[in-house]
Each structure stands twice: as structure tokens, then as C-alpha cells.
């Protein structure tokens, strides 16, 4: 059964950094694409940033410069770093598994608040 755990969410100021991380159980994390989204209050899942197994990476826009997404597949485990943290960053943070652009599995989220 596959799990995934996000943790290191919290409230920072603006300016602030985080470090989210997502350890997963059940799976063989290095073979699957894994990737980051966010859930703002009143508005659509989107997707934050994406690495593939072979360690290609892609970013929403508003986070490209601040947010670094990075795996360690010894640990089963996937990070984002996020940087420069502004209040349109506040949300509940996601990560998922993926297979042919299609989400396997979910973590059950981390909550991101920044403000002053």
C-alpha cells in the first residue's frame, strides 16, 4: 500500500523560507515521477513544481527562482525548498506520485501559512 507523508510546513513571515518534505512507503520512489501541488482556500489544485525519475524539473511560473524541488531516493523521499515566501504562497501543500502524467497516490497535505 502505497503512503505518502508530508511534513515541515508551519508559519513564516514573508521573506521566509520552508523546506516541505515527502516521504513515501510502498513504493520504489526512484522510478516514478513525483511532484509538489498547492491547494489555496477558494481556488483549484495546481501544480507547483515536478521532477521526473531521471531528475528533469519543471515549475508553475510564480514559483521559478524560489522554489527548488529535489529526491533522495535512498531516503524514499522527495523535498521542496521554498524560498523568498510571499502571502500568494499560503496553502496546503501536496505531493503525489505519478505514472504517464496521471496521479497514483497522495500525501494528505501540509499547511503553508506566510504572513507577517
Known amino acids: 500500500q502505497v503512503q505518502l507523508v508530508e511534513s515541515g510546513g508551519g508559519l513564516v513571515q514573508p521573506g521566509g523560507s520552508l523546506r516541505l518534505s515527502c516521504v513515501a512507503s510502498?513504493?520504489?520512489?526512484?522510478?516514478?515521477?513525483m511532484g509538489w501541488y498547492r491547494q489555496a482556500p477558494g481556488k483549484q489544485r495546481e501544480l507547483v513544481a515536478r521532477?521526473?525519475?531521471?531528475?528533469?524539473?519543471n515549475y508553475v511560473d510564480s514559483v521559478k527562482g524560489r522554489f527548488t524541488i529535489s529526491r533522495d531516493n535512498a531516503k524514499n523521499t522527495v523535498y521542496l525548498q521554498m524560498n523568498s515566501l510571499n502571502t500568494e504562497d499560503t496553502a496546503v501543500y501536496y505531493c503525489?506520485?505519478?505514472?504517464?502524467?496521471?496521479?497514483?497516490?497522495w500525501g494528505q497535505g501540509t499547511q503553508v501559512t506566510v504572513s507577517s
Open positions: 510502498g513504493i520504489i520512489l526512484r522510478i516514478y515521477t
Open positions: 521532477i521526473s525519475s531521471s531528475g528533469n524539473t
Open positions: 503525489d506520485q505519478e505514472a504517464r502524467g496521471v496521479a497514483l497516490a
